[in-house]
């Protein structure tokens, strides 16, 4: 640990709240959480609010946001829907 | 493949015969790029691994994923897109594997031992001049004092673990032989405590920040 992470942790103790959501009240909120981000509509504030809160405290719930953020912007069922080029397949093909 | 909303998906998935076989496939299918995806461009420690072998673990992934996704239907309650939700499911999955793959395998014991070490270098890192070094050293205490003084066993060993040596939340959950959710508990807990103890012998997040930035 260096300076930098004992000051995010410092930062992380004070934003603690009297109540926050546990794991699976903020995995179970995520798709739509997602959603809302990927199709830039408003989010409900206090959910916004309190699924940010738990995603800044939790490593393991922030690294399932990250990751489903990620996929769900690749566009993936549309390239197979409407069979565009293997998209992945080529991209490996050329990463190979 | 066809376009399906999220009733097509939940009627198909939940009635048997040959739209149901065809909509698992889909389904699979759209799990197993997704999370082929993840792993090729989320997971820095899959770097090593080449294609084939990303392509295989995505598949058990998938497959793992699926089996899981039908018995949860009955909870997608519609507030996200069908395909939203299921991928949270394989994230979830291999998440989970690699974070698997990181545990420490640590004690208990050594997790408080190593994570009070490290408070005490943040510290006393070499070359600070000596006056602040000195404040730096009492405000460590201070706080390793309210750790050990206001916070129960488990309470500084999730501490200790999670925020300052990395442990996965998973990791600990297992350790304590316990869920995430009951971890995260006890995490929050001993942060409320923290947070208590320090306002109350007046230390505002800034007091601390001040003496720790820029260096």
């Avoid at chain 2, 699979?28 to 090729?40: D, I, S």
Wanted: proline share 2%; hydrophobic share 35%; aromatic share 8%.
């Amino acid at each position: 640990m260096n300076n930098k992470e004992f000051t995010k942790w410092i930062e992380q103790v004070y934003a603690t709240q009297e109540n926050e959501l546990n794991c699976e009240q903020t995995q179970n909120g995520l798709p739509a959480y997602v959603d809302a981000i990927n199709q830039k509509m408003t989010i409900d504030p206090v959910v916004e609010h309190k699924i940010s809160k738990h995603l800044n405290q939790c490593p393991d719930c922030n690294d399932i946001f990250e990751g489903l953020a990620y996929v769900t912007s690749q566009e993936i069922e549309e390239d197979i829907i409407y069979d565009k080029s293997d998209s992945i397949t080529s991209s490996a093909v050329a990463a190979d | 493949m066809i376009q399906r909303s999220n009733e097509d998906w939940l009627t198909t998935l939940q009635k048997q015969g040959e739209g149901q076989s065809d909509a698992l496939l889909d389904l699979r299918e759209f799990l197993r790029r997704a999370v082929f995806v993840y792993l090729r461009d989320k997971r820095p420690d899959c770097s090593h691994f080449s294609f084939d072998d990303l392509h295989m673990f995505a598949e058990d992934f998938a497959q793992n994923a699926i089996v899981q996704i039908q018995q949860n239907l009955d909870t997608f309650k519609g507030q996200s897109k069908f395909t939203t939700w299921a991928y949270r499911f394989v994230i979830n999955e291999a998440a989970s594997e690699l974070r698997r793959r990181h545990y420490r395998h640590i004690s208990l014991e050594k997790i408080v031992e190593e994570g009070t070490a490290v408070l005490h270098n943040i510290a006393s890192q070499p070359n600070l001049e000596p006056a602040l070094k000195t404040e730096r050293e009492d405000m460590m205490q201070k706080i390793i004092g309210i750790l050990q003084e206001d916070l129960n066993q488990r309470q500084q060993q999730a501490i200790l673990g999670v925020h300052l040596q990395g442990l996965s939340i998973q990791e600990l959950a297992e350790k304590f032989e316990t869920t995430p959710n009951t971890v995260y508990k006890i995490l929050h807990d001993g942060r409320k405590k923290l947070k208590a103890a320090l306002l109350a012998k007046h230390l505002s997040q800034g007091d601390i920040l001040a003496l720790f930035e820029d260096s």
